[in-house]
């Protein structure tokens, strides 16, 4: 068993993380402004205890915490004896920033991605099985001190996730398309969408539209964050579409079937 | 009860509308060209009989054939003195081709399109509770008889669904976007996934990518027969995109912000 787990930010992710292995922890404690959040930990026995700052004690450090508030505590605990840790879902311009204000990673810092439940939002939203069988990505870069990238795999699993390593840069790109640039083509769809339109729409409206729901903070700053991979992605987004546009211009329908068939199979791998 | 029901396609849908209302017939005729269909609604008693060409007494005729087809069959259909009736997702260039080949449309076709279950296939797929609390839209036109429309809307009525009138030109600028238009967002989305991208993908990809598994043939034609309407809700979305793409580039933040509130505040209306 390790020893105390503090938990900086007590939202979905973070309340998800402790039910899920806290019993891998002797002690939780919980860091976060919201009185709110705090006393919902407590109360459903989520957290042991609240402080107002990271206990020199602590053996594992989570910053579940919004993404812009993370390299910000990686500073902060650059010299903390335990390991540091992050849910944030843009890797490159956290590393980046850390570095630009310290000259390099911390050793103690492990930056993680796990990839879960970004729609719904707050502790009550968090169950012990939110990260099973789900991937979570550790992108250590050469700095990071590797028994520890060791210890917050060790820490993942026992969530139930399935933990990959991979480069910053490279997870960044893959995720402006799988997860990023999904969420900005649905919320500027929605935007040509009258509220008459509402009454005529389907399950595939519904399945399609649903993530252009999600919270605008949060996606302003994964936006921002990864700002370079996103354009790139719209890039061929808009390539794409334009080859689509091309072909209804010039009524070319057998163009359009092979640009069609051509998804269809390249969703049908995903199974 | 009303008389003979002659279903010509016998998909998902052909299957289904016999399920759902064949009490309210005296009996349903099938005609198809596809062997396995046509044994399949006979061994489950979704028909009664076979036919190779509508037979004179058929009341009701529904076309649930390829929207390629729908026009012919209506022309063909013309001095049928039943009631015609169809299931196209496209509206105008199903009138404008009748209109083209007979001068006007017949008093005795009711254009309809049942807004349900385009991502399924086949008269296995069909069930009695498709249309339940569904919409379907009738498009008459000036030609078409008032008392024909009254009789297709408690047909569609005996389904469950919810019948609503619409000008054939509105419903096809509704359906462009907010069905058409997502296929061809989805198809083009999908065309920038490489295959190593699969491995990492949430729930928000599934469900954002789900109607980028639809049938090519189906979609091209859709797309084909909307082609103005379509390119229309093209400019719009594409007008949207470039005010992400504006936001991104510069930096500003508060724009995005801004623009992904507007979004889901629309997305919220849908509840």
Known sequence: MAGELTIVGMGLI??????????????????????????????????????????????????????????????????????????GSVKGAIIDEVEASLGAVPRNFVPSHPIAGLERSGPEAGSADLFLDRTVILTPVTATDPARTERVRSWWEATGAVVERMEPGLHDAIYARTSHLPHLIAFAYLLGIADADLAHTGGGFRDFSRIGGSDPDMWTAVFGRNRAALLDALDTFEMHLDEFRRALESDDLDRCRVLIADARTRRERLG
């Open 14 to 87: 973070g309340a998800s993380f402790a039910l899920a292995a806290r019993q891998h922890f002797s002690r939780v404690s919980v860091l976060d402004p919201d009185d709110g959040h705090v006393a919902y930990a407590l109360a459903g026995s989520i957290a042991d205890t609240r402080v107002t700052e990271v206990p020199a004690t602590a053996e594992a450090v989570l910053l579940a915490c919004p993404s812009d508030h993370i390299a910000g505590w990686v500073v902060a605990l650059a010299d903390h004896p335990g390991t540091v840790f992050d849910t």
